[in-house]
């Protein structure tokens, strides 16, 4: 980043070059709890197209599958229809008002543990560890001259973080289709092009931010950390450098022992050296710490080496660093987590969650949706009634085939048929057989005697033959000649 | 003006080398992608100019090596699209009529393609939604003139009613009784239609309208005034009235007569949009069932026989 000198000295420039990190491989606690989120996220995100659920003959056994092509969402018992897309919209409020909750109670814990950028970046920094080294000799190598080595190393590098950025790719595609279908047909070349254009476009993504844009992604192109930025308060969890305890810095102990006044700080730099997106934590909070909290690591272990307690970088509320700086004790981490804004995000991201369930358990899965034919609006038939057409779309959303039942109430006298029917040995109700999971669009018509109001009102009901508890109501309008057509 | 170039210190870019009351301007490069940008455009135009028509000549334009048009690709398209129809559309040519309502999808694609033509070349006539004028019939009621199943109508649509200078047309003439009848004899008439279409009580006139009326008409309207699809003859009891039922329109009819005529689309239409647009009127609501014996419904069968 740039520099005070950059913008007002003898070469000032608006321009910041980038300054490759080579973060340094560290362990400790939150290393390890970024190792285990990151295998769980990963398992999660190649292993859920895989996982199988049985529907029944008339439905797809993949458990998570978008249904693009037909336009149905699954997710294991519960599937979606396009008209049902407020579920993925409240699943939408839902995961923002998560990262609301996330971010007032542990500040930006899913840039550093749970964002893919971060997850994916990490990855790659392993794979590129395995091949050219640690730090020291990721530096050499960047700043050695190409040669056969250097272009083994890149390559193999390269060959690598392709092949991750490829299965990546291949891995999103199968959450869109049948999951073994697909791949079959993918590697025969028999797919659908946007499988390979969506492979082609996410596997060079991929392999571009997490190999090379990194920080920048979250520094430049991320809106994210601008609005935690304005999430964060006095009380969010930030990884801060204790700067009352470690100031001043001393360069070893020496200056220690010859009774100058000194901080913990030895300035041994390890914090930079370990942090991914190569800032200096000892600055203060600052957009580019992801807190991914790999510098308390490596702080923690500089400690326990030098003799001190560790904790010298540490999660601290804005609070807390101000209890302590005037000598006090900050709350323990988890008291910090309950208070009343986070319990009021927990509460309303609880409670679309519990809505929407219920929305789901109860919801009927079926729906009849009718439509008044206007032109003409009624007709008159010989023996002095009066027909008027309906085209009717009933939606049988269970994934098996149904017969409904569709009841004319409120009409005196009138009669139901559709085109299989007939006027003369109609009644007051039809039956429609519907096909698994699909819209059947039927037309009927319903005859009631001519002499009558110009227009009144009736319904028509419908049931599925299956359980007759539940029915779907239309409120309709009978129309009669006289009516100021 | 003199020519002063001079690097500017601050920026390091050159100035162009005037100067206006000790205002210079800067001479910016454009940037390197906007140049890049401009060049591949212009490498870009003398492709296109080479592959696409592009030069207005004296007569047309140059001809572009692909040989591109737009009128080439609409009739490329149509001509895409008439392929795309034409499996369907010999199916349903090869399909007899009565059969096709058995297949859902030829019946579906006709009632379609029937919808198609219908707004083309009948609406003129017989209105948008097919509900008729004074004069013209409504074909979404169950009444028909010269008979309502898919056979008949096609027949009616092929060779039109009273289409002249055509053998096969459907015809037959009402006489005007203007002349043959006295007016107060067509007044009783006219009170025993409404009599017997229920729109009025019996009295003394339609006692005598009935004697009139098995005399003059019933050869073709029959006994009851139930009518004769034979001839075209409208059942004069139901609710259903071409030109009109009120005793004024009853009364000219008799006098006048009425001539209706509906042109013969043989020549005019394809056999398959003849058939599509006989199975879109039949979907309408009043068709009625085929009688011949190959109709394995029996419901429909019952439907004919049930027609009076």
């Not at chain 1, 790659?124 to 990721?138: M, P, S, T």
């Not at chain 1, 844009?213 to 969010?236: F, G, N």
Request: proline share 5%; charged share 20%.
């Amino acid at each position: 980043m740039a520099s005070l000198e950059d913008l007002t000295g003898e070469n000032q420039s608006l321009y910041a070059k980038r300054r490759q990190v080579f973060p340094k491989a560290v362990d400790g606690t939150f290393r390890r709890l970024k190792w285990g989120i990151m295998g769980i996220a990963l398992a999660i995100y190649y292993i859920t197209p895989w996982i199988r659920w049985d529907r029944g003959q008339y439905a797809p056994d993949q458990a998570v599958l978008v249904d693009l092509a037909n336009r149905r969402f699954y997710m294991f018992q519960i599937e979606i229809w396009p008209h049902e897309f407020y579920y993925v919209a409240g699943l939408l409020i839902m995961a923002g008002i998560g990262l609301f909750l996330v971010t007032s109670a542990v500040g930006r814990a899913w840039c550093g543990y749970a964002c893919p950028q971060t997850v994916w970046t990490d990855l790659f920094q392993h794979v590129e560890r395995f091949i050219d080294g640690d730090r020291n000799a990721q530096t050499r190598l960047a700043n050695a001259k190409w040669g056969r080595g250097k272009i083994t190393k890149r390559l193999a590098k390269w060959s690598v973080w392709l092949f991750i950025s490829f299965w990546t790719g291949g891995a999103w595609i199968m959450y869109f289709a049948d999951a073994p279908t697909l791949t079959h047909d993918f590697w025969i070349g028999s797919a659908a092009f946007v499988a390979y254009a969506t492979v082609g476009v996410l596997t060079a993504t991929t392999f571009i931010l997490g190999g090379f844009m990194r920080e920048q992604v979250c520094v430049y192109m991320c809106p994210w950390p601008r609005i935690q930025t304005a999430m964060l308060d006095e009380k969010s969890l930030l990884v801060t450098y204790k700067d009352w305890r470690g100031e001043p810095r001393t360069h070893g102990r020496k200056r220690a022992s010859e009774g100058a006044l000194t901080g913990d700080c030895i300035d041994c730099e390890q914090c930079v050296a370990v942090c991914p997106t190569g800032i200096d934590i000892r600055e203060g909070p600052q957009i580019g710490c992801i807190t991914c909290a790999l510098c308390i690591d490596a702080c923690d272990k500089i400690m326990s080496q030098i003799g001190k307690p560790r904790g010298l970088i540490d999660y601290c509320t804005l609070d807390d660093a101000k209890i302590e700086r005037s000598g006090g004790i900050g709350k323990p981490v988890l008291k910090t987590l309950l208070r009343p804004r986070t319990i009021i995000y927990f509460i309303v991201w609880a409670s679309i969650g519990l809505a929407m369930l219920f929305a789901v358990s109860e919801r009927t899965r079926f729906d009849l949706a009718v439509q008044h034919d206007r032109n003409p609006l009624f007709v008159q038939l010989s023996d002095g009634s009066v027909r008027n057409n309906f085209t009717i779309n009933i939606r049988n959303m269970e994934a098996r085939p149904r017969v409904f039942e569709i009841a004319i109430e409120g009409l005196p006298k009138a009669q139901i048929w559709d085109e299989n029917g007939e006027h003369q040995t109609a009644t007051q109700t039809i039956a429609v057989a519907t096909q698994a999971d699909s819209v059947t669009k039927v037309r009927v018509f319903v005859a009631a005697p001519g002499i009558g109001p110009a227009r009144s009102s009736f319904s028509m009901i419908m049931r599925a033959q299956s359980n007759t508890q539940v029915a779907d109501t239309e409120d309709l309008v009978f129309e009669r000649p006289g009516g100021g057509q | 003006m003199v020519e002063s170039k001079r690097i500017d210190q601050p920026t390091g870019t050159e100035t162009v080398g005037h100067e206006w009351d000790g205002i210079e301007e800067l001479d910016t490069p454009l940037p390197r992608w906007w140049l890049i940008t401009f060049y591949a455009s212009i490498v870009w135009a003398l492709g296109y100019v080479i592959l696409f028509p592009a030069w207005p000549m004296l007569s047309g334009a140059t001809q572009g090596y692909l040989g591109w048009t737009s009128r080439g690709q609409l009739a490329a398209e149509m001509k895409a699209d008439a392929d795309r129809r034409a499996p369907i559309l010999r199916s349903i040519a090869q399909t007899p009529i009565d059969q096709i309502p058995q297949n859902e999808r030829l019946l579906r694609a006709a009632i379609e393609g029937g919808n198609a033509a219908f707004k083309v070349h009948c609406v003129q006539c017989h209105g948008s939604g097919g509900s008729g004028t004074p004069g013209y019939a409504n074909l979404n009621d169950d009444d028909w003139l010269w008979g309502g199943d898919l056979a008949t109508i096609q027949q009616t649509i092929l060779d039109g009613v009273r289409q002249p200078d055509h053998t096969n047309t459907r015809f037959s003439q009402m006489p005007a009784f203007e002349g043959i009848l006295s007016p107060p004899e067509i007044d009783d008439l006219v009170a025993y239609v409404r009599f017997i279409s229920r729109q009025q009580k019996g009295n003394a006139k339609s006692v005598q309208g009935a004697a009139l009326f098995s005399t003059n008409c019933s050869s073709c309207h029959g006994g009851n005034g139930q009518g004769l699809r034979e001839f075209g003859a409208p059942n004069l009891t139901d609710k259903i009235w071409l030109y009109g039922g009120d005793a004024e329109t009853i009364r000219t009819t008799i006098r006048k007569a009425r001539f209706g005529v509906m042109p013969s689309w043989r020549d005019r239409l394809d056999p398959v949009t003849i058939k599509m647009l006989a199975l879109y009127i039949h979907s309408k609501g009043g068709g009625e069932a085929s009688p011949s014996a190959d109709n394995a419904d029996p419901k429909k069968a019952r439907l004919v026989n049930g027609k009076p």
